[in-house]
């Protein structure tokens, strides 16, 4: 990496969470317990909203009631706002969203990678983690 003089002295060491807005956190759940089997964790707060661990990260949804995403390209939904999850096995997550009937896209890009969109419309990645398959 090149030394930029300008460069901020910010050192920021890693990232913390990943958060998304969902309109009704009820609903969300089921998407994200059921469908996508993500690991809760306890919340310190007393607004409405969900927390998953993910490895180091944690991914949080917070509800608003009048919250609906918007895909600024629809055809290539994977040039949307979104937040990306590794898996050990891409054909289970296509099993299981086939068994859900969910929809998802394969990646344009020729990339062992889907997307889907949970109840609100957000939009999630889902790629194969080579670093971590078996």
């Given amino acids: ?22 309109s009704d956190k ?30 180091e990260i944690q991914f949080h949804l917070i509800e608003d009631s009048s919250f609906a995403a918007q895909l600024h390209n629809p055809e290539k939904i994977g040039r949307n706002p979104h937040v990306a999850f590794g898996v050990e096995d891409l054909s289970a997550v296509r099993s299981q ?5 969910h929809p998802y896209q394969m990646s344009a890009s020729g990339r062992q990678a889907l997307f889907v969109q949970d109840p609100d419309g ?8 080579e670093a971590n398959s078996n």
């Fill in 1 to 22: 990496m090149t030394s930029n003089p300008t460069a901020s002295k910010i050192n920021i060491t890693r990232c913390l969470h990943a958060a998304l807005l969902v």
């Fill in 26 to 55: 009820s609903r969300a759940e089921v998407f994200y317990d059921v469908v996508l089997g993500l690991p809760k964790v306890e919340r310190p707060f007393n607004y409405a909203g969900t927390w998953y661990q993910i490895g």
């Fill in 97 to 101: 969203l086939d068994s859900q009937n």
């Fill in 122 to 129: 957000n939009v999630i990645e889902i790629s194969q983690d």
